[in-house]
C-alpha cells in the first residue's frame, strides 16, 4: 500500500499463470488514509505540557536556566587538578617524612591509651588516623582542584544529564485511570455527565477517536459550560455518536493529509528548531518553535526570496493547523495564493474558489456581503485605487457610493463588473434605463446627477475606476462576480462560522487583476473580523505573496485586527513590493516578523531597525610586546622568539558594556543559513521573544 492509502499495481510475475477469477469476499472499507506513526491519543493527552515564552514547543518542553552557566575549559581543569595533586602528594611526603615535625600525630597520641603501645591496637588506630588525614587532604585539595567537575567531565556527564529533563517532564504526567487523566475526562464527571465520560473514554481506548475529535468535543463542552441549555443536547450527541459528536459541518473529522506535525491540545504547529548558537538566547537554545492563535493574533510578515520556503515551511503549515482547528470548531481560516499553489489539497477546504476558472463550483462576492453601498464602495475604492498615487480613496469612495446607491435602490442588489463598468463610463443607455427604475425617488437621482456632473472634472477618479473595473470585464472572468443570485458566491461575513477557504487568483495571465483582488479580499477581511458579533472563532487570512496587496487603509486595519480575535499572514519576495511610505508602518503594524534567508541588505535594514539594539558585553585584547630591561632576560626572549618565530607579548583585556544590534543588516543578508529564518514574536498578551535563528522544520 503506498503512503497515500492508495494500493499500487503491480505486473504479474514472468511465467505466472493467474488462477480463475473467484468470487470476492466482502472487505471492508479502504481507509482514507495511511495510518500514522506517533503516540496513542492516551499518551498525547497525558503527555505535559509547559511554557516559558511566546512560541515554545509546549509539548514535552523542560524549561531551561535563563542564563549560560559559566564552564571552565577542560585544559584548565586538568592543569589545576595536576598542580593541586602534586601539591597534595608534596605535603604528604613532608608530612610522612617529618620534615614539618609531628605536630599531626598529636591528636593520636592524645587518645589514644597508653596501654595499647606497642600492641595490635595501637597499629590499627595508627593506620585509621593516617587514613584520615589523607582523606582530609583529597577532600581539601580536590576542592582546590576541582575534581569533582573534571571527573563528570570526563565521565560524559552531559549525556547523563539529557536524560533528567525527560524524567523530570514525566513525572508531571498524569496517571492512567487517574482522578486527572484527560482520557477520562474529569470535567464531565464532575459536572454529572459519567455515562457520558465513559462512552467518550471507551471511544478512546478503542481508537476510534483522534486529536481532532477530542479538541472538538472539549470545544463543544466549553460552549455548553457557557450556555448549561445545552447540555441536553451536548450530552445526547455523545451518547448517540460518541467521537463523531459535535462534527463539523462538512462531516469531516481529520484532513486527507498532514503536512507538519501538530499539537491541537496547544492549537500549536511545529515551526523548527532554535539554533544552538550564541546569536541565541541560551534560554531558547535547541528548543522547538511553534505558531500558535496566540502569537498569529498580531500578525505575521515574513520576507525572503523566490525558493528561500516561505510556502513550504510557513503557509502550508499555518494553514493545515488552522484548518485542523476550524474542524474543531476553533478557528475560521482563508488562504490566499495563485493557481498552483502547494496551500493544500481541494478536500481539505470546505469552499475553494477558483477566480477565472470555468469549472469552479463558488463564485466571489465582490462586495464582501456589504448591504450599505457606502461600506461596499469604500470597500471597492480601497481594491481598485488604493494603490495609485495620486487618487484620494475618500473621493473614489464617493463616487462608487453615487452609483451604487441609486443602483440597488432600483434594482434591489449592486450591479455585476459589466453593468458597473458601464455607469463608469457613462454609457448613455445605461444611465437611462437607471434614471427610469428611479423614477420618483428624487434622493437617489440626486445622487446619480451629481455623479455625471462629476464625470471628467478634475481629480475625478472615475476615469481610473472605470479602468480598474475593466481589468475584471473580461471574457476569462465571464460568469464571475456574479450579483442576480444564480451563483454560489463566497462572502468573508461567513467568518461566523468554522469555515475553511481558498482562494486561487489568476496570477499568470492576469496579474493586475489578481492583485486588485488581493487588496479586496484583505479590506473585507480587516472589515468582516472586526464586524463579528461572535469573536470566540479566531479568524485568519493568509496570503501566500502579499505583493502590490497592502494599502494605506489595509495596514492600520491590520493594527486593529489584536482586538478582533484575528490576524494575517502576509509573505512577499521583498519590502520593495510595499509602497516606501508603508514599509515602517507595516512593520510597526505586524507583532512578528520573519527574515528568510536570502534578504538582501535594504531589506536586511529594515528588520534591524525594527528589532532594535541590546546591551552586550565585549572584551577587546590589546598585545604588547614586552622590552626586557636585563641581558638574560633579553636572551630568552631571543631564544623564544627564534624558536616560535613571535615575539614575547603581553596581553592587555578591557571589558565593556556596548549596545549594538540584535541582527544587522549585513548578518541578516550573509549569516543565516538556508533553510533558515530569523524570527520574532509578540503574543496579544504582550510577551516577546528576541529574534530567534531557526532551523526550519523539514531541512537538514
Known sequence: ?????????????????PRPASPTPSLPPKPSHAPTAGPTLGDWLRHPRTSDGPGVWTYGHVPRAAAEPEETPTRQLVSGALISLLAGLLLWSLLWNGYLGGFWLWPLYMFTPDSWAHNRESVWASYIWYGVVVFILVIGFGRLGRWPELGRRVLSSRALRAVQPTRTADSARPEPGGPDDPVR?????????????????????????????????????????????????????????????????SGARDLPVRAARHDLLARQVLLGTVEDGARNPYSRRGTALALDPDVLGTSLLAVGPSG?????????????????????????????????????PDAAFDVVVRVGDPASVYDLDLYGGATDPDEAAT??????????????????????????????????????VPELRELLDQVPDALDALRRELAGQHAMLRELDARVRQQGAHGDPGPALADRVALLDRPAFAGFFDTTGQGRPFSLRALEHPI????????????????????LLLAQFNVAAAARTDRSLFAFLAFDDASHTLTAETVRGVQRLRSAHAGVLL???????????????????????????????????????????????????????VFADQPLTRLMHSFRKLVTGKAVTTDAVTVRQVERERWSASDLAHAVPPGHAVLSLTSVRGERAAPLLVRLAGTS
Open 1 to 17: 500500500m503506498d503512503t497515500d492509502g492508495t494500493h499500487e499495481t503491480r505486473p504479474p510475475r514472468a511465467g505466472h499463470v
Open 185 to 249: 475526562w474529569p470535567q464531565l464527571r464532575g459536572a454529572g455527565l459519567g455515562e457520558v465520560a465513559e462512552r467518550l473514554e471507551v471511544e478512546a481506548g478503542g481508537g476510534r477517536m483522534n486529536d481532532v475529535d477530542y479538541a472538538r468535543i472539549r470545544r463543544a463542552w466549553d460552549s455548553v459550560r457557557v450556555d448549561p441549555s445545552r447540555m441536553r443536547a451536548f450530552a445526547d450527541a455523545v451518547r448517540d455518536k460518541g467521537a463523531g459528536a459535535c462534527v463539523h459541518p
Open 308 to 344: 528561500s520556503g516561505k510556502t513550504r515551511h510557513l503557509v502550508r503549515p499555518v494553514v493545515e493547523s488552522l484548518s485542523l482547528q476550524a474542524l474543531a470548531g476553533q478557528a475560521a481560516v482563508v488562504a490566499v495564493g495563485a493557481a498552483g499553489a502547494q496551500l493544500g
Open 379 to 416: 470597500l471597492l475604492a480601497e481594491a481598485f485605487v488604493g494603490d495609485v498615487p495620486g487618487i484620494d480613496v475618500r473621493r473614489a469612495a464617493t463616487a462608487l457610493a453615487q452609483l451604487l446607491g441609486p443602483f440597488r435602490a432600483a434594482y434591489d442588489r449592486f450591479p455585476a
Open 500 to 519: 475553511r477557504v481558498r482562494v486561487d487568483l489568476p496570477e499568470r495571465g492576469h496579474a493586475d487583476a489578481s492583485r486588485m483582488l488581493a487588496r
Open 571 to 625: 509573505t512577499l519576495r521583498s519590502l520593495d513590493d510595499v509602497p516606501e511610505a508603508l514599509r515602517t508602518p507595516l512593520l510597526g503594524a505586524v507583532g512578528c516578523r520573519m527574515a528568510f534567508s536570502g534578504v538582501t541588505t535594504w531589506d536586511g535594514k529594515r528588520f534591524a531597525e525594527a528589532w532594535g539594539t541590546e546591551w552586550v558585553e565585549t572584551r577587546d585584547v590589546t598585545h604588547r610586546t
